[in-house]
């Protein structure tokens, strides 16, 4: 597929296949019951790849197990959209092996987030869109979670077209500074983010829309995350920032204001922090690897690119 011309997924419509993979951390084998029977309540048929069932300590299975999953979900034409089991860690270590031009000639709408900004960096390098959404057995298949679980599937079955404005109640209190930027929507998971820097999978900064969240990392780890992010150039090199959940011990609201704001004021940067995204609650869907229009005085974000046709 000539991926120049690509203007969106399909929407999916009851009866497809969802391929589930495991391309970082395991999942108790207990859960796995109540995945399958999420995703079949939801009018889709489910499969579960191997890796979805092994267990080799802090990875879902051996490297080669964990790609051929991810190769065998992008090869099957039945397959209508991928979603990653959980995050954890260990997807960046596929990166160098994952063959692009099947991704290319079958690409498949990927759904998940934390470890699985990897795979969203590479989706996006071949100008393809994903969703940084929740994913099953860490998130959806937990009580309270029905409101993320609900905007997902809304998304799934009416599409996400140019034109959407996403406009979410945002987090009282979060970092912010005025302003509008258009730009390509990058980023996700702060620790992946920077962790990609230097590789041939790095998020392309320049004139983009950065999005961070994270989870579990104390001040001093993300003070000198996002002083890697300064120092590597790429606070100056975006045009915009938008910040989801932190959820830490101590939040990291204060560091985020004194690290972020004073430049995105300096260079005219808009900043809008509060979104519901990321590890915290709520996690609403948001597409990734395509143009969007930031505008932080409305606290909007307004698609620029299809993402998903409705069903």
């Given amino acids: 597929m000539n991926l120049a011309g690509f203007t969106g997924f399909r929407g999916l419509a009851a ?5 589930v993979i495991a391309p970082a951390g395991p999942v108790a084998a207990d859960k796995l019951p109540a995945v399958q029977a999420l995703v079949e309540g939801w009018g889709y048929r489910v499969r579960l790849y ?4 092994a267990d080799t300590g802090y990875l879902a299975g051996p490297d080669s197990l964990r790609l051929a999953d991810l190769h065998a979900a992008l090869a099957d034409d039945e397959v209508a959209a991928i979603h990653c089991l959980r995050g954890g860690y260990g997807t960046m270590r596929l990166l160098p092996d994952i063959d692009t031009a099947l991704l290319r000639r079958h690409p498949k709408l990927l759904i998940g ?3 699985i900004t990897a795979l969203h ?5 071949q100008g393809l869109p994903s969703l940084h959404a929740p994913m099953l057995a ?3 298949i937990k009580p309270g ?3 993320d679980e609900a905007a997902l599937l809304q ?3 009416q599409g996400l077209r140019a034109g959407d ?4 109640a945002l987090e009282g209190g979060a970092p912010h500074v005025d302003g509008q930027a258009e730009g390509l929507l990058v980023g996700g998971n702060l620790s992946l983010v920077t962790a990609l820097l230097g590789t041939p999978w790095a998020w392309p900064m320049t004139g983009a829309i950065l999005f961070l969240e994270d989870v579990n990392e104390e001040l001093y780890r993300v003070d000198r995350l996002l002083t890697q992010l300064r120092l590597a150039g790429a606070l100056d090199a975006v045009a915009g920032i938008v910040l989801g959940s932190f959820t830490e011990e101590a939040a990291p609201t204060a560091l985020l204001h004194d690290m972020l704001v004073p430049i995105c004021e300096q260079h005219h940067k808009p900043l809008l922090g509060g979104w519901p995204t990321g590890h915290g609650t709520p996690n609403r869907p948001l597409p990734m690897g395509l143009r969007v229009r930031l505008d932080a005085t409305a606290g909007t974000l307004t698609l620029l690119q299809d993402v998903l046709h409705a069903k």
Avoid: N
Wanted: hydrophobic fraction near 45%.
């Fill in 138 to 140: 860490s998130d959806l």
């Fill in 15 to 19: 009866g497809d296949l969802i391929g």
């Fill in 50 to 53: 191997p890796s979805c069932h």
């Fill in 155 to 157: 998304l799934l079955r």
């Fill in 165 to 168: 404005v996403l406009a979410p």
């Fill in 145 to 147: 979670r029905e409101a």
């Fill in 121 to 125: 960096a590479l989706w996006a390098l």
């Fill in 113 to 115: 987030y934390s470890d």
